[in-house]
């Protein structure tokens, strides 16, 4: 899958090396982009490596440590949210706690190592995509 066409080779690299999530965070933004159905919104709340000024103006503007990389609102107006981490990466307690409180919500919350992983939390929450990752059989 390519990447976002707009962003040159530095700062993907930058992304990178600054964000141990950063190549499948790159890769999930650009499958959701083609994959998810009309009348379905996302985003992603980008906080990591801010920073200790930067992270306490996001605490005082009530941002939630622990909070999923990804917010897709879905059909009904459905909250869903994925965890985006690296082969190797450890979910924290805030992010353990986060995600229950999403839980207890009505929100569905995954945590995702691969792009493959994020589409098939898609397919379980009921989405109907758009396009898929996988290879079709010959």
């Not at 499958?31 to 000024?53: D, R």
């Amino acid at each position: 899958m390519k990447h976002a066409p707009f962003l040159t080779a530095r700062v993907r690299r930058q992304i990178r090396r600054q964000y141990p999530e950063g190549e499948l965070h790159l890769s999930v933004a650009a499958y959701l982009n083609v994959a998810l159905p009309k009348g379905t919104a996302w985003t992603t709340t980008p906080t990591s490596n801010v920073g200790e000024k930067e992270g306490a103006r996001l605490k005082a503007l009530g941002y939630r440590k622990g909070w999923p990389d990804l917010v897709i609102i879905g059909h009904a107006g459905q909250g869903n949210y994925i965890e985006l981490k690296a082969k190797a990466g450890v979910v924290s307690r805030e992010q353990l706690m986060c995600h229950e409180d999403l839980r207890a919500a009505g929100a569905n919350v995954g945590v995702c190592r691969s792009l493959e992983a994020v589409e098939d939390a898609l397919l379980d929450w009921g989405f109907r995509l758009n396009a898929t990752t996988r290879v079709a059989a010959p």
